[in-house]
């Protein structure tokens, strides 16, 4: 027995009704005001871009463009908190068919910078889309046990793909693969 490890990386948004049982109210109004600030700060400034949430943190103690550090600290425990339900539930469902599963790292999306340009047709929802905090990527290292006979083939990683999909596309409203790598 020989054992493989794969890379992979992997997008997954959680259900909303899933994590509506946690919140007072809907993620995608998180999404829609921070949309809604960010073309309106864009609008003023003529930036030609949309900034990433960690920006609004600087714009809270301006007079001009007032952003809520309240609605900020509700992005961050949003996004903590689906950090958290994703990870519990990929262990959960990878765990039986994997001999370990490793996290690498857990990043909400929301907090990158938007690739969401001014002046296009569905600006708005697109960033209200980004900047809902219902989607993480994750990098996790996956091990399985194999017999020795197929020791020098490399069917390891499209397995893997193809069994997590299989696994985790249930769980999830939405499951990309992005990724992948046999170590």
Known sequence: M?????????DVQLKADELQQYLPCSAN?????????????EQENKTAYYPAID???TLANDDVTRVDPDLIASAEQVAWLVSKL???TIQAK?????SSV??????????SMPRVRPNKADTFEQLAKHYTPDRVKIELVLT???????????????YARKMMFRWLESAFENVEITGSKAL
């Open 2 to 10: 020989r054992f493989d490890k794969v890379l992979v990386i992997i």
């Open 94 to 98: 990878l765990r039986p068919i994997f």
């Open 144 to 158: 399985m046990m194999r017999r020795d006979s197929e020791a020098e083939d490399d069917r390891a990683e499209p």
């Open 102 to 111: 490793q996290f690498q790292s857990v990043q909400t999306l929301a907090f």
């Open 29 to 41: 109004i998180i999404g829609q005001t921070l949309a809604q600030i960010a073309i309106e700060y």
């Open 55 to 57: 920006f609004f943190k």
């Open 86 to 88: 994703a990870r519990q």
